[in-house]
Structure formats: structure tokens, C-alpha cells
């Protein structure tokens, strides 16, 4: 069974730093693109970075030069480093995995089941 399984979320004050990780468990061939997205109290789920196998990354606009996300193939992990956090990028953050190859099935879209990051002004 594969499950992405995310750590690292918190409480931090406004300026500090956080760092997310994800790890996709299971017996797999290959992840597509993985990325990160967040959901903040009654908004929708938005795309926050992205990164391909090959180490291309896109981020939102809102979070460009504050966010860096980064992955390591081997050990199936993708994180997301958060610096100058401000109260607006309190959300609960998902990571995702557009394809997922195990030895029976390719998955798309895999879900984690989210970390809450607070930033409080």
C-alpha cells in the first residue's frame, strides 16, 4: 500500500522559518512530479511549488523567493523549506504525487493527509 506521509508542521511566529517534509512509503518504481499544496480556512486548495524528477521546480506567486522546495529520488522525500513566513501562510499543507508506479498499479494524484503550519502575527 502507498501512502505520502508528511511531518514537520507547527506553530511559528511571523518572520521565522519551518520546513515540511514528505515521505511516499511503499514498494515504488517511480514518482512523478511531487509537490506541495495548502488549504487555509474557507479557501480552496492551492498549488504552493512543485518539482519534477529532474529537479525543475515552479512555485506560486505568493511564495516565490520566501519557499524552496526540493527532493530526493532515492529516498522518495520531497520538502518544502518556509522562510519569512507570514500570518497568511497559515494553512493546513498537503503533499501530493501526480503518478505513483508500484509493481501492480500506477496512481495518480496522491493525497497526504496534511500538516497544519500557523504563523501567528
Known amino acids: 500500500q502507498v501512502q505520502l506521509v508528511e511531518s514537520g508542521g507547527g506553530l511559528v511566529q511571523a518572520g521565522e522559518s519551518l520546513s515540511v517534509s514528505c515521505v511516499a512509503s511503499g514498494i515504488i518504481y517511480s514518482i512523478g512530479v511531487m509537490g506541495w499544496y495548502r488549504q487555509a480556512p474557507g479557501k480552496e486548495r492551492e498549488m504552493v511549488a512543485t518539482i519534477t524528477g529532474s529537479g525543475s521546480a515552479e512555485y506560486a506567486d505568493a511564495v516565490k523567493d520566501r519557499f524552496t522546495i526540493s527532493r530526493d529520488n532515492a529516498k522518495k522525500t520531497v520538502w518544502l523549506q518556509m522562510n519569512s513566513l507570514k500570518p497568511e501562510d497559515t494553512a493546513v499543507y498537503y503533499c501530493?504525487?501526480?503518478?505513483?508506479?508500484?509493481?501492480?498499479?500506477?496512481?495518480?494524484?496522491?493525497w497526504g493527509q496534511g500538516t497544519v503550519v500557523t504563523v501567528s502575527s
Open positions: 501530493n504525487v501526480d503518478s505513483l508506479v508500484t509493481p501492480r498499479y500506477r496512481y495518480r494524484e496522491v
